[in-house]
């Protein structure tokens, strides 16, 4: 059963803790990324990959960090350096440039909250 | 930059009429996609757009893409319950062979009431 799982499901983070959000997908995709949305608004790019050790930022990096050490798994950390970190996180992941009508397929999310 | 505006924000419409949600992007775009949101959950994929006249239908929804225009189109035909969500549209610049970077719309969230 092919798919992206992230967690988990509910995070909770103390001030000035660095907390990982896990996302792991078996649809042997090459590109992977994380995307934050806000209450009411669209999705924001954090870091996105293309291939295994490589990754580029996004819109919206400062404050997270990400590996990409295999191909299947896109950890995100959220640092202390991330100020309002309370949000809903995505994983996504596509096959890579160069297939028809390529699509960013999504993962079920993680809602961090701040104590 | 690229920027990607969706109208309405907010949608409220009877079950059984008709309804279409804009699309508007400020650059050049190699592929606009369609996704669907239910509260509290992650996205569903619904259509891709690759070139400009394209279109596609799915059930109720259909999609079209002006690349002209930079604009691309939602259309519902008789509304239904279930089709009450929060749909956005992203837009995937031109990237020359690298992996895509999708901007978003705000959304538009859809309630069909009875």
């Known amino acids: 059963d092919g798919g992206i799982t992230q967690s988990p499901k509910y995070l909770f983070r103390k001030e000035g803790q660095n907390v990982t959000l896990s996302c792991e997908q078996n649809l042997n995709h090459d590109a992977m990324y994380w995307y934050r949305q806000d209450p009411g608004q669209g999705l924001r790019l954090i870091y996105y990959?293309?291939?295994?050790?490589?990754?580029q930022k996004g819109d919206i990096a400062e404050g997270y960090s990400v590996s990409r050490e295999k191909k299947e798994s896109f950890p995100l950390t959220v640092t202390s350096a991330q100020k309002n970190p309370t949000a809903f996180y995505l994983c996504?992941?596509?096959?890579?440039?160069?297939?028809?009508?390529?699509?960013?397929?999504f993962g079920p999310g993680t809602r961090l909250l701040v104590l | 930059e690229l920027k990607v505006e969706q109208n309405p924000l907010f949608l409220s419409m009877q079950e059984g009429k008709n309804y279409t949600i804009y699309c508007n992007y400020s650059?050049?775009?190699?592929?606009l996609y369609w996704y669907r949101q239910d509260p509290g959950k992650s996205l569903e994929s619904l259509f891709v757009l690759l070139s400009n006249g394209a279109v596609k239908q799915e059930g109720r929804l259909m999609a079209s893409l002006d690349t002209k225009a930079r604009l691309s189109t939602l259309h519902i035909t008789a509304a239904v319950h279930d089709l009450s969500a929060t749909y956005f549209c992203?837009?995937?610049?031109?990237?020359?062979?690298?992996?895509?970077?999708?901007?978003f719309g705000t959304g538009t969230r859809l309630q069909v009431t009875l």
């Open positions: 996504a992941s596509s096959p890579g440039p160069g297939v028809y009508q390529e699509t960013q397929y």
């Open positions: 990959s293309q291939i295994v050790n490589d990754f």
């Open positions: 650059t050049t775009s190699d592929r």
């Open positions: 992203a837009v995937d610049p031109p990237r020359g062979g690298t992996a895509s970077k999708l901007t």
